[in-house]
């Protein structure tokens, strides 16, 4: 029904940026939060930022001041940008959207996730 398809990943090294992208498609009315998420190797996921319709954002400590999520409504996509990226960014990142769908229907849906290694 609803697809999300991130793109951006990569090899950067320390202190380098990348950015991620995540387009959402299919039987969709509306889109409620966007968010993007991490899992580290040996580690729970967790959130990384997350940007409501209005644009309002919230970041984990761990990343405010280095990455900036925005999003585009007219594309359904949600972006993270990553910059002064350390070894610990390290992780696959997920982006999920809160989709209203056309049998007005409300769930998350989940990118498949893309890759991020900061390494030198």
């Known amino acids: 029904q609803v697809q999300l398809v991130e793109s951006g990943g990569g090899l950067v090294q320390p202190g380098g940026s990348l950015r991620l992208s995540c387009s959402a498609s299919?039987?969709?009315?509306?889109?409620?939060?966007m968010d993007w998420f991490r899992r580290a190797p040996g580690k729970e996921r967790e959130l990384v930022a997350a940007i409501t319709t209005g644009g309002i954002t919230n970041y984990a400590d761990s990343v405010k001041g280095r990455f900036t999520i925005s999003r585009d409504n007219a594309k359904n996509t949600v972006y993270l940008q990553m910059s002064s990226l350390k070894p610990e960014d390290t992780a696959v990142y997920y982006c999920?959207?809160?989709?209203?769908?056309?049998?007005?229907?409300?769930?998350?849906?989940w990118g498949q996730g893309t890759q991020v290694t900061v390494s030198s």
């Open positions: 299919g039987r969709i009315f509306r889109i409620d939060t």
């Open positions: 999920r959207a809160r989709v209203l769908d056309m049998d007005y229907l409300w769930n998350n849906y």
